[in-house]
């Protein structure tokens, strides 16, 4: 028993002193004045994203070997060429961007000149022929431009000696030097074509971005009474976030004089346009690194005939297709119709007439004189208009 009650003696010396600070106050007293609480919230907000702010393409019909710089060793014989442009994040939350391309080609073209038109396919640009009907005729200065994503996250630049992306020191090294030029392959898929409306060409392309992740300094001490302007000084970046990537590709006909076109008069303008991303967005199948569909992109345009001899419509795909589920939403005049089977080199998706007699109804498809084939392919919306009858 003695043992016991100083054990009791010593808890209630503890709990006396915890509850010094406690005001108590008899029955009948007049209540002491009690000061509001008060909260700080400990966080601290980033909204850093570095861009590149001027882009640049050279056409290269004939195919002939580019260097890029003295730094490139290896030369492209692509007709388009494109240094690659990459896109850092070091804000605290996910965030996403849209880049939104212009290229002023549709003024009138200097005197001996030719103005460029731009298609929305390879095939359109090539050369015609029996097996490319719909392509570029004999001194057609047709060209296919599209923008592309990057097949994997931008991690270097692609000068070996410049320094790696990353942080050091707390400090981020992302310079705009960096960003516009680093070590990236574009995807085969999501590339979207520069269209030509009426007064502009466009473009655009768009991704989410990872957060970066931000670390104390080693003498920051936040408090109870650290507001959020005070933190913001007090953290310092650990890790970057995404580094996404994009750039130019496409075809142009090799029959054309391209001494005649007015290519200088081709300016392409990025604009970028960056929102909080809150993991509703859509990602484009097949595309680049972290690619989501930039808003609401116009449907492409396809081409798309009639075989009589097979009864079947035959919709051209700007790239081949692993299989026919790789063509999803198809419909023909707004109506669901299922994909019959693709050809074997896997870039045309056939649909059998009678199947879309059967969608249509036989009374819908005696009247009407075209049909409208939409579908996706590659996160990207097609459209494609054909006879009926051919």
């Known amino acids: 028993m003695v ?4 054990i009791v003696a010593v808890l209630c010396s503890a709990t006396m002193i915890v509850a010094t600070p406690i005001t108590a106050f008899a029955e009948g007293d007049t209540p002491p004045t ?4 008060t909260g700080n919230i400990v966080a601290y907000s980033a909204t850093t994203v570095t861009v590149p702010t001027a882009v640049k393409v050279s056409f290269n019909p004939q195919g002939w070997k580019v260097y890029l710089d003295a730094n490139d060793t290896t030369g492209t014989t692509d ?5 690659n442009y990459a896109i850092s994040s070091m804000a605290t939350m996910d965030r996403k961007i849209a880049v939104s391309f212009e290229a002023n080609a549709t003024g009138t073209p200097a005197t001996g000149k030719k103005a460029v038109e731009f298609v929305d396919t390879a095939a359109e640009a090539a050369p015609k022929t029996e097996q490319n009907p719909d392509g570029a005729a004999h001194d057609e200065l047709k060209v296919y431009l599209a923008v592309a994503g990057g097949s994997a996250k931008v991690t270097t630049a692609r000068d070996a000696s410049s320094t790696a992306f990353g942080i050091t020191d707390g400090v981020s090294n992302v310079t705009g030097a960096l960003l516009a030029d680093v070590v990236m392959t574009a995807a085969t898929g999501g590339a979207q074509a520069f269209k030509t409306g009426e007064t502009k060409t466009e473009s655009a392309i768009a991704f989410t971005l990872g957060k970066g992740v931000y670390e104390l300094k080693s003498d920051a001490h936040p408090s109870f009474d650290t507001t959020q302007a005070q933190f913001a000084a007090m953290v310092q970046p650990k890790t970057l976030g995404d580094i996404v990537g994009f750039t130019f590709t496409g075809a142009m006909n090799t029959d054309a004089d391209w001494t005649k076109a007015d290519l200088t008069a081709i300016s392409i303008t990025p604009t970028y346009e960056i929102d909080e991303a809150d993991g509703t967005e859509t990602a484009v199948t097949g595309g680049g690194y972290n690619q989501i569909i930039a808003g609401e992109v116009p449907a492409t345009e396809t081409t798309a ?3 009589a001899t097979a009864k079947q419509y035959k919709l051209t795909l700007p ?13 023909v005049n707004g109506v669901a119709v299922a994909a019959n089977s693709l050809n074997s080199g896997k870039d045309i998706v056939r649909v059998a007439r009678p199947d879309v007699r059967t969608a249509l109804t036989d009374e819908t498809f005696d009247t009407v004189t075209d049909l409208t084939f939409t579908f996706t392919f590659g996160g990207v919306d097609y459209t494609a208009t054909v006879g009926r009858d051919g």
């Open 34 to 37: 009690i000061a509001a609480g």
């Open 3 to 6: 043992n016991f009650k100083k």
């Open 319 to 331: 790239t081949a297709a692993a299989s026919v589920e790789d063509i999803t939403n198809l419909k």
């Open 305 to 307: 005939a009639y075989d």
């Open 79 to 83: 007709q388009i060429v494109s240094l």
